[in-house]
């Protein structure tokens, strides 16, 4: 069973700081996606990470994929109260048979502060 | 288009009841998954189904049935419900495995006592 540990768990920030949020496994992944989630709905993609070093930029947020494709970060650059809600990793299986299953990590509960 | 919906967004049952959870999809994709959500566990596949007439075990698959009789529809069933099966529910699709988008419904919150 692959697993995916996030950290951390909660984040309570104040408006204008910057923040990481990291996704470490023991398992390679043939991709990694985050995720955004609002309270009440379900998670909505962000971005997929493919190729091991990738970093991809959305706006204020910047995301890795470590070189051996088993860990991710999510930076979030001057973060603003919009940017509150639950975030998750998602890697998918480097086995052929997976039919395209997703492991979850655990998920960042973040709070921004105005 | 409605992208992924649910049916019902929240039930109350007693343990022992059972009940149908409906997830419907407008985008023909071939991919439909069920996942629980519970706090500090992020979400985890209960079954999943590759298309139309066949359905697979996920991570967490018992005390849970499903079926998939049409393309658009994927049901997922408890047949005695147990107090462990407190949750939200997740419907997902994707059109195929790998490197693509797995669209989510709202969920459905299910409360057993």
């Known amino acids: 069973t692959q697993l995916l540990e996030q950290s951390p768990q909660f984040l309570s920030i104040q408006e204008g700081e910057n923040l990481t949020v990291y996704c470490n496994s023991s398992?390679?992944?043939?991709?990694l996606q985050w995720y955004r989630q609002e309270p009440g709905e379900g998670p909505v993609l962000l971005v997929t990470?493919?190729?091991?070093?990738e970093v991809k930029k959305l706006k204020r947020l910047t995301f890795q994929f470590g070189d051996a494709r088993k860990d991710s970060s999510l930076h979030i650059t001057a973060a603003q109260p919009g940017d509150t809600g639950l975030y998750l990793c998602?890697?998918?299986?480097?086995?052929?048979?997976?039919?395209?299953?997703?492991?979850f990590g655990q998920g960042t509960i973040l709070t921004v502060h105005p | 288009n409605a992208g992924v919906t649910q049916t019902p967004k929240f039930r109350v049952l007693k343990t022992g009841q059972s009940m149908t959870l409906l997830c419907a999809q407008d985008?023909?994709?071939?991919?439909m998954y069920w996942y629980r959500q519970d706090p500090g566990m992020g979400l985890r596949l209960i079954h999943y189904?590759?298309?139309?007439?066949?359905?697979a075990k996920g991570e967490v698959p018992d005390g849970y049935n499903v079926s998939r009789l049409k393309k658009q529809n994927f049901l997922l069933g408890l047949e005695s419900a147990a107090p462990s099966q407190t949750s939200v529910y997740f419907c997902?699709?994707?059109?195929?495995?790998?490197?693509?988008?797995?669209?989510f419904g709202p969920g459905t919150r299910l409360l057993v006592l």
């Open positions: 997902a699709s994707s059109l195929y495995r790998g490197l693509v988008t797995q669209y």
């Open positions: 398992s390679v992944f043939s991709s």
């Open positions: 990470v493919v190729t091991g070093g």
């Open positions: 998602a890697g998918e299986d480097a086995g052929g048979t997976s039919y395209g299953k997703l492991t």
């Open positions: 985008m023909n994709h071939e991919y």
């Open positions: 189904s590759v298309g139309e007439g066949t359905t």
